[in-house]
């Protein structure tokens, strides 16, 4: 088995070409491998665990592809990006299904709620968020934005398609909000772990630059 | 400041090139897929949406080596639609390198596809496109049609969306069969029903012939994004200054 520079968790859920095309593109020459072995997640330098669909259905295929184990081993040690439904399924419970999560973190995952989603003028806002908004770069804990924000804009647009979101009962976690109308959690950060609800294999620009921080992130 | 209004360029391909045609007819060469999606993603498109036009009526295959190509190398959210017509040509464009699945003709003849694709896949993938034509001789005022336009069905256009969006559909591409390719305008008073009638995202289509369009389609037609193809593919605006335009008129873009 060749040396795994990036492993892609891969649980049977959705399209994770997306994932890997984008880290190919920010990382050339490095070994990207989109994966369903526990022993590759394992071996990896550093682990991409993307996820799509229903969070019920993407937490019951992961522990019956032997993978909860080797997901939270690297969570916990390995550099680490999680993104939408990987980002949610971090914590102990969705509304989504009444859906217990892996509880790396306490927390709930929220519905946006139909009595909040009107704007400012009083239209109509549509479940699920889809499209382009922008991210704020929260810094509570230290005064620099985390390292994985590195040459990106505070307030650039990311490209989102969700309808639930998180809320960490530990805020000092939160590193990125984000409006629709009220502001919610769009990024979270811990040592060695990053994981954002938004999409940067589809974010442009934007996006190539936090995966290429990711792919350059060397946490202490 | 919040979610941003998108605009889409929108890519007929037929035979592996791009076309544009005047009420789904007269079909004419605007170039090479790969390279226009390109010019589109540097210009600042939000979006992409692949539409292989002759697929349902020829019976022709999907246009996975095309997908593939543009999304090793554009990365931005791909939609694709023309020929689903079972679950397993979702998978497969979805690994090939689409976000977004379109589904018409086979929504029509098969909804419980729909229903499937969306409880497999997730419905933030599944986008069912309604092609609607204004009617006299029915009890409602839009009808949908298939087969590129072809075949009426009797159903009404927006009770036929909340019902997508009831199986699973997670935005609807709505083309105004009317004012696809005329330059006068999107059919709002048809966007505004549907979007007013469901809670997913519409994207508007059909009839765009300038900026001032794409702005009336957000505020008179209700559409959370925009869709055009031929006033961009010629030449005649950048995606650029259709933002410009639109912010101009208050409207929240990507910039």
Same mark, same amino acid.
């Given at each position: 088995?060749?040396?795994?520079?990036?492993a892609?968790?891969d649980?049977?859920?959705?399209?994770?070409r997306?994932?890997?095309?984008?880290l190919?593109h920010? #990382?050339?020459?490095k070994?990207? @491998?989109?994966?369903?072995?526990?022993?590759?997640v394992?071996?990896?330098?550093? +682990? @991409?665990?993307?996820?799509?669909? #229903?969070?019920?259905?993407?937490?019951r295929?992961?522990?019956?592809?032997?993978?909860?184990?080797?997901v939270l =081993?690297?969570?916990k *040690?390995k550099?680490?990006l999680?993104i939408?439904?990987?980002l949610q399924? $971090?914590?102990?419970?969705?509304?989504?299904?009444d859906?217990?999560?892996? !509880? $790396?973190?306490?927390?709930?995952?929220?519905?946006?709620?139909?009595?909040?989603?009107?704007?400012?003028?009083?239209k109509k806002? %549509?479940?699920?968020h889809m499209?382009? &908004?922008?991210?704020?770069?929260?810094?509570q @804990?230290?005064s620099?934005?985390?390292?994985?924000?590195?040459?990106?804009?505070d307030?650039?647009r990311?490209y989102?398609?969700?309808?639930?979101?998180?809320?960490?009962?530990?805020?000092?976690?939160?590193?990125?909000?984000? *409006?629709?109308?009220?502001r919610?959690?769009?990024?979270?950060?811990?040592?060695?772990?990053?994981?954002?609800?938004? *999409?940067?294999?589809?974010?442009?620009?934007?996006?190539l630059?936090?995966?290429?921080?990711?792919?350059?992130w060397?946490?202490s | 400041?919040?979610l941003a209004?998108?605009i889409?360029?929108? $890519?007929?391909?037929? #035979?592996?090139?791009? +076309?544009?045609?005047? &009420?789904?007819?007269e079909l004419?060469d605007?170039g090479d897929?790969?390279?226009i999606a390109?010019?589109?993603?540097?210009?600042?498109?939000?979006?992409?949406?692949?539409?292989?036009?002759?697929?349902?009526?020829? &019976?022709?295959?999907?246009?996975?080596?095309? /997908?593939?190509?543009v999304?090793?190398?554009v990365?931005?959210?791909l939609?694709? !639609?023309?020929?689903?017509?079972? @679950?397993? =040509?979702v998978r497969?464009l979805?690994?090939?390198?689409? =976000? %977004?699945?379109?589904?018409?003709?086979t929504a +029509?003849?098969?909804?419980?596809? +729909?229903?499937?694709?969306a409880?497999?896949?997730?419905?933030?993938?599944?986008?069912?496109?309604?092609d609607?034509?204004?009617?006299?001789n029915?009890?409602?005022?839009?009808?949908?049609?298939?087969?590129?336009?072809? %075949?009426?069905?009797?159903?009404?256009?927006?009770?036929?969306?909340?019902?997508?969006?009831?199986?699973?559909?997670?935005?609807l591409?709505?083309?105004s069969?009317?004012?696809?390719?005329?330059?006068?305008?999107?059919?709002?008073?048809?966007n505004?029903? /549907?979007?007013d009638?469901?809670?997913?995202?519409?994207?508007a289509?059909? !009839?765009?012939g &300038?900026?001032q *369009?794409?702005?009336?389609?957000?505020k008179?037609?209700?559409?959370?994004?925009?869709?055009a193809?031929?006033?961009?593919?010629y !030449?005649?605006?950048? /995606? %650029?200054?259709?933002?410009?335009?639109?912010?101009?008129?208050?409207i929240e873009?990507?910039?």
């Amino acid at each position: 088995m060749s040396k795994v520079d990036i492993a892609v968790v891969d649980y049977g859920m959705g399209n994770l070409r997306s994932v890997s095309k984008a880290l190919e593109h920010v #990382a050339p020459g490095k070994n990207v @491998v989109v994966t369903s072995r526990p022993d590759e997640v394992a071996s990896a330098e550093r +682990v @991409v665990f993307p996820g799509q669909g #229903a969070m019920p259905d993407c937490i019951r295929e992961l522990i019956a592809r032997g993978l909860r184990g080797a997901v939270l =081993d690297a969570a916990k *040690h390995k550099p680490f990006l999680g993104i939408c439904i990987g980002l949610q399924m $971090l914590f102990d419970h969705s509304e989504e299904g009444d859906a217990t999560g892996l !509880g $790396l973190f306490k927390g709930n995952v929220k519905r946006f709620a139909a009595a909040d989603m009107v704007d400012s003028l009083g239209k109509k806002l %549509k479940v699920p968020h889809m499209g382009w &908004n922008q991210v704020y770069q929260s810094h509570q @804990v230290n005064s620099q934005p985390h390292v994985l924000w590195q040459n990106i804009a505070d307030g650039a647009r990311f490209y989102y398609v969700h309808s639930y979101y998180v809320q960490p009962d530990d805020e000092s976690i939160i590193s990125g909000l984000s *409006h629709y109308p009220k502001r919610f959690t769009c990024a979270i950060a811990k040592d060695n772990l990053f994981a954002v609800q938004f *999409h940067p294999e589809k974010s442009a620009n934007a996006g190539l630059q936090l995966l290429s921080n990711f792919v350059n992130w060397s946490p202490s | 400041m919040g979610l941003a209004k998108r605009i889409i360029p929108c $890519l007929d391909v037929t #035979a592996g090139r791009v +076309v544009k045609g005047v &009420n789904f007819l007269e079909l004419r060469d605007a170039g090479d897929p790969v390279e226009i999606a390109k010019r589109y993603d540097d210009q600042g498109a939000d979006e992409l949406t692949f539409l292989d036009i002759t697929a349902s009526s020829d &019976n022709r295959g999907l246009i996975l080596h095309i /997908i593939e190509e543009v999304a090793s190398q554009v990365f931005i959210p791909l939609t694709v !639609g023309g020929g689903v017509r079972e @679950v397993e =040509d979702v998978r497969r464009l979805l690994n090939a390198g689409a =976000d %977004k699945v379109s589904i018409n003709t086979t929504a +029509v003849l098969n909804p419980q596809m +729909v229903q499937d694709a969306a409880t497999k896949f997730g419905s933030q993938c599944i986008v069912v496109a309604i092609d609607a034509k204004k009617v006299e001789n029915q009890p409602f005022e839009w009808e949908v049609f298939t087969h590129g336009g072809r %075949k009426a069905t009797g159903l009404d256009a927006v009770k036929w969306a909340e019902y997508m969006v009831s199986l699973g559909a997670g935005e609807l591409l709505v083309t105004s069969m009317d004012r696809d390719g005329t330059k006068i305008g999107f059919n709002n008073p048809l966007n505004r029903a /549907i979007s007013d009638a469901v809670e997913v995202p519409i994207i508007a289509s059909g !009839g765009v012939g &300038n900026l001032q *369009h794409l702005v009336d389609g957000v505020k008179e037609g209700g559409a959370d994004a925009v869709l055009a193809a031929s006033i961009f593919h010629y !030449g005649e605006y950048t /995606i %650029k200054q259709a933002k410009e335009y639109m912010a101009k008129h208050g409207i929240e873009v990507r910039s």
